[in-house]
């Protein structure tokens, strides 16, 4: 039991690692082509304090956009946002709290934008946690799975009026889910989502980032179905020298720190799908693909299991208290 889920999932997501490195030691890392100005559309970029969404957010700005950096450190999130319009950016930047671990947190900050009256043309679901040691959200949830998954899931379906309503034909409104390679090797048991049976952080991480694809592909499906001008897409940005890598072992820490030097990606250079992704007229309509270095590609063959996608749609559903539409 220990061997099958505890050594194997942590052996499967460092052969994706090394797989991931190999492929940027030969390839260089995408390059933004021009974007068009975005003057008057709003965003927002979950965990857009630092690294990657903090990039996300400054690129945004910098094409006029008035972006929300949502995240849980408020100290951080005002200087960043600081930081960005300091830059004298045609767009600007506020942050907003939002515990993505609390329910309760996404509701309020949920609640308080819809106040505002304000549209939305871009939601990037960005924040994310990686290979933590055990823990629950204050809900109850395995911390992968509730920070990484189940709060964008539930953020973006409380948002997803409001973004029906901000897509118009020809423009649609557009949704951004950062995924990993790392879901490759995910395996996801709808009956223990909390990973409680055997713990594993890798395996745990795993899951949570084939939850996001799984969770893109059927919210495309119905936002097809019902007529509705959002795309809704996944990104792997690829192994991107960041915060996120903090919780590593301490072996893998020192073997990380040469690697990383060498051979990771930037966090500019990580958010370039992303920021592609929400703004490129090339994707002007196109939902339901997994992006990776700027180019569509295959997922997961589990990703694309429409059983798994419509269980997991409803057991979300059901542990976050929404009605499943």
Known sequence: MWLQAVLLPCIRLYLCGVKVLLYQLFNRAFALPDLLKQNGKVAIVTGGTRGIGFETAKHLASLGMHVVIAGNESEEGSAAARKINEQGNEGKAEYVFLDLTSLKSVRQFVHAFQDRGLSLHVLVNNAGTMLVSEKQTEDGFELHFGLNYLGHFLLTNMLLDLLKRSGKHGCCSRIVNMSSATHFSGVLDISDLNRRICYSSHGAYSQSKLALVLFTYYLQECMTAGGFSVTVNAVDPGM???????????????????????????????????????????????????????QKIQSSDISYDSELQVALWKKSCELVGLQDA
Request: aromatic letters at 10%; a negative charge; one cysteine or more.
């Open 240 to 294: 991107v020298d960041t915060a996120l890598y903090d919780n590593l072992w301490s072996l893998a820490q020192v073997l990380k720190r040469p690697v990383a030097k060498m051979l990771f990606r930037t966090p500019a250079e990580g958010a370039s799908t992303a920021i592609y992704t929400a703004l490129a007229s090339e994707m002007e309509g196109v939902g339901g693909c997994y992006l990776y270095n700027g």
